[in-house]
């Protein structure tokens, strides 16, 4: 008796088994790219605790995950004709080409639009994965195929778009009172002797508080600047900078006085937001 099995194409079974084992790679890894896109502050507290190297794990996942997200159509197709050894090779090319073009901004030290502009730096990368990923898809892969290849696609498609998403506004005047309890809950932490500045005036905030003073960059650990000046006290919680160091904006809580002063003509001052809170503008 013939198994019921033995009708069906063996093609058919081995897209089935591409398609499952492309999906599970690109959620475990797109998983863990999620973990750090959300969540890095504490990925990096963790990495830290099991004393593993955050930066290089994080460049590690990011860019295995996009190379994967760029290319699994071209592997997926290897198998679909008769060229193995050709599609291999090329395979193997378009990989290395693609590690070397993320990677070569790291290793020449070019890594500082993702400093200068990080929410754009976010929003470009899955942008260009999306449209990578889309491109690849259609091209590499036959129309007979693309059915049992919608699954790892929609996953993929799943991950560009929430990192996309990722990335949260910057705070500013508009919408600081959305986020006043959080600060007020910094200022608490100061005044209780929690949060006590290094010899520079700086102290680091604790996850839950980084992106009130993260420069917009959600891989940078947020700290504040506490000083004195006789029985005032002054917190300096650093939004964002502008360009390449040609300005910065800064919630500042002032204990004692208004502080607020005109625009001047370099765009420079000081706006009163909320009863010792001010938001000020620096251009250099």
């Known amino acids: 008796m013939k198994d019921s099995t033995d009708n069906i194409p063996k093609h058919r079974s081995l897209f089935n088994t591409k398609a499952t084992v492309i999906s599970l790679v ?5 998983s863990l790219m999620l973990l750090l896109e ?3 502050c504490q990925s990096r507290d963790r990495f830290i605790q099991w004393k593993l190297d955050f930066w290089l794990l994080t460049m590690g996942i990011l860019y295995l995950f996009f190379i994967i997200l760029f290319l699994w159509p071209i592997w997926w197709s290897i198998y679909s004709d008769n060229n193995l050894a050709r599609k291999h090779i090329s395979a193997i090319k378009i990989s290395l080409v693609w590690t ?4 070569y901004p790291w290793l020449i030290g070019l890594s500082i639009p993702t400093i200068a502009f990080p929410k754009i730096y976010t929003f470009l990368r899955s942008g260009v994965a999306l449209l990578v990923l889309n491109r690849s898809f259609w091209k590499q892969i036959e129309p007979r195929e693309r059915k049992a290849a919608l699954v790892p696609w929609g996953i993929s498609l799943m991950f560009c778009l929430a990192i996309f998403l990722s ?19 910094v200022v608490a932490l100061v005044d209780s002797g929690s949060l006590i500045p290094n010899n520079e005036g700086f102290a680091e905030l604790p996850c839950r508080y980084s992106y009130l003073a993260n420069r917009g960059n959600k891989f940078i650990r947020g700290n504040i600047t506490i000083t004195k000046e006789g029985e005032a006290k002054i917190i300096q919680f650093r939004q964002r900078t502008y360009g390449f160091g040609d300005g910065a904006a800064d919630f500042i809580y002032r204990s004692d006085k208004d502080i607020s002063r005109p625009y001047d003509s370099m765009g420079n001052g000081v706006i009163k937001v909320k009863d010792n809170w001010f938001w000020q503008s620096l251009s250099y």
Request: proline residues 10%; negative net charge.
């Open 26 to 30: 690109v959620m475990v890894i797109g």
């Open 38 to 40: 959300f969540f890095p």
């Open 100 to 103: 070397i073009a993320l990677l």
């Open 167 to 185: 990335e949260t506004p910057y705070i500013t005047p508009k919408n600081f009172t959305s986020k006043l309890s959080e600060f007020e809950a």
